[in-house]
Each structure stands twice: as structure tokens, then as C-alpha cells.
């Protein structure tokens, strides 16, 4: 079974400075691998999305993200933050395998981002 | 388009008393599914169905019954409240073209049992 951390729980960032979330994956192939974000009181809202191919996949609002295969990971960055990118974002994880759809996604717990003045 | 509509948006029950959480949605999804969002726990499956009449456990279905008679809904019921379920669900639906469609997730709906 996948599992996904994103290893930093709380990331606080001027607005204008540059942003990186961390998440690492464990599967034993290549995965779907996604990133979510949550403003508050609302749901999920696709980021971006990595399948197969180029390795860094660019998203809605200015994100991308980068897939290393060498460390299990699926970083997602942004140039330059504004005070709307604060929010909570998820990375997930689903299984490339015949047959299995979302019901084997696995979300990470999730990296609540504060944006200061 | 209304995409995936949850309701109520809060709710409190007490200990044993059952309710069902409503989820509609108008984008001819056959995948829907529920979440509960709890903190330092990211999001974790309930239940989920691939189309109307079809639907099977996820990661956490005890005290939880859902039912897909139709295409647009799925609806999750509490058979008897625990103060464990209190928590924020989410209902959220996609396609079934390719394997691990982005899901839509409708708005959530917070409960509380006391």
C-alpha cells in the first residue's frame, strides 16, 4: 500500500518570498501523485497533477511542482507567494495500477500556509 | 454548475441520535465518495460507490451507511452518533474515464456530537 508525508505541518512566509512544501511517497512503482489545496471553511481544489511524462508539471495560481523519482518526492513551489495562496495543501498519492481508482488515493495530513505582510 | 452540493454546512447531534449528511452532484460523476477531514489526520475514506447501486468500504466505514440509488447522490447516514464521529465530511466525485481522476470535493459539512 502507498503512504505519503509531507513532513512539515505548519510553514509561515512573507508574501512576495518564495515557497516550497515538502511531500515524500512511498510506492513501489510510478504513482499518480496530486496536490490539493483548502482555503478556509471550503473543500479541496485540484492544484496540479503528475501521471507520466515531464517531470515538472505547472498548476493553477502560479504553482508547479517537480517529481524525483531518486527521492520519492513531489514538491510544489511557487515563485513568488500573495497573501491569497494562504490555505491548507495537500499532496496525495494514488496507486498506478489496472483496475483501482480514487478509492486508493492517500492523502498526506496536510501543510497549513500562513502568509505575513 | 453547482458541482458537488453538501448540506447541512453545520450540525449538532447528541450521543445515539442518527442523521443522514446529503451530497449531490451535477457533473455526471460515476465515482462518489465520503471523507472525514479530522486534524493532524488529513483526509480519510469512508465509503465510496462507482455508480448507482454499487458501493463499498473504505479506510473508516464503522458507524457509517451510505446508499447510491441514483447517479447524482450519495448520501452518508449516522446510525447512532458517537462524540468520535465528531468532524468535518466531505463529499467529493469524479469520472471513471481514467484511473485516479481528480476528484471535486463539495464545501464539507461540520459536525459536532455531544
Known amino acids: 500500500a502507498q503512504s505519503v508525508t509531507q513532513p512539515d505541518i505548519h510553514i509561515t512566509v512573507s508574501e512576495g518570498a518564495s515557497l516550497e512544501l515538502r511531500c515524500n511517497y512511498s510506492?513501489?512503482?510510478?504513482?499518480?501523485l496530486f496536490w490539493y489545496v483548502q482555503s478556509p471553511g471550503q473543500g479541496l481544489q485540484l492544484l496540479l497533477k503528475?501521471?507520466?511524462?515531464?517531470?515538472l508539471v505547472q498548476g493553477i495560481k502560479g504553482f508547479e511542482a517537480e517529481f524525483k523519482r531518486s527521492q520519492s518526492s513531489f514538491n510544489l513551489r511557487k515563485p513568488s507567494v500573495h497573501w491569497s495562496d494562504a490555505a491548507e495543501y495537500f499532496c496525495?498519492?494514488?496507486?498506478?495500477?489496472?483496475?483501482?481508482?480514487?478509492?486508493?488515493?492517500?492523502f498526506g495530513t496536510g501543510t497549513r500556509l500562513t502568509i505575513i505582510p | 454548475n453547482a458541482g458537488v452540493t453538501q448540506t447541512p454546512k453545520f450540525q449538532v447531534l447528541k450521543t445515539g441520535q442518527s442523521m443522514t449528511l446529503q451530497c449531490a452532484q451535477d457533473?455526471?460523476?460515476?465515482?462518489m465518495s465520503w471523507y472525514r477531514q479530522d486534524p493532524g489526520m488529513g483526509l480519510r475514506l469512508i465509503h465510496y460507490?462507482?455508480?448507482?447501486?454499487?458501493?463499498d468500504q473504505g479506510e473508516v466505514p464503522n458507524g457509517y451507511n451510505v446508499s447510491r440509488s441514483t447517479t447524482e447522490d450519495f448520501p452518508l447516514r449516522l446510525l447512532s452518533a458517537a462524540p468520535s464521529q465528531t468532524s468535518v465530511y466531505f463529499c467529493?466525485?469524479?469520472?471513471?474515464?481514467?484511473?485516479?481522476?481528480?476528484?471535486?470535493f463539495g464545501n464539507g459539512t461540520r459536525l459536532t456530537v455531544t
Open positions: 503528475y501521471f507520466s511524462g515531464d517531470t
Open positions: 460507490s462507482v455508480g448507482a447501486g454499487i458501493t
Open positions: 496525495a498519492v494514488g496507486a498506478n495500477e489496472a483496475n483501482f481508482g480514487n478509492e486508493k488515493l492517500t
Open positions: 457533473m455526471n460523476h460515476e465515482y
Open positions: 510506492y513501489g512503482a510510478t504513482p499518480y
Open positions: 467529493a466525485s469524479s469520472y471513471l474515464l481514467s484511473r485516479a481522476s481528480p476528484l471535486h
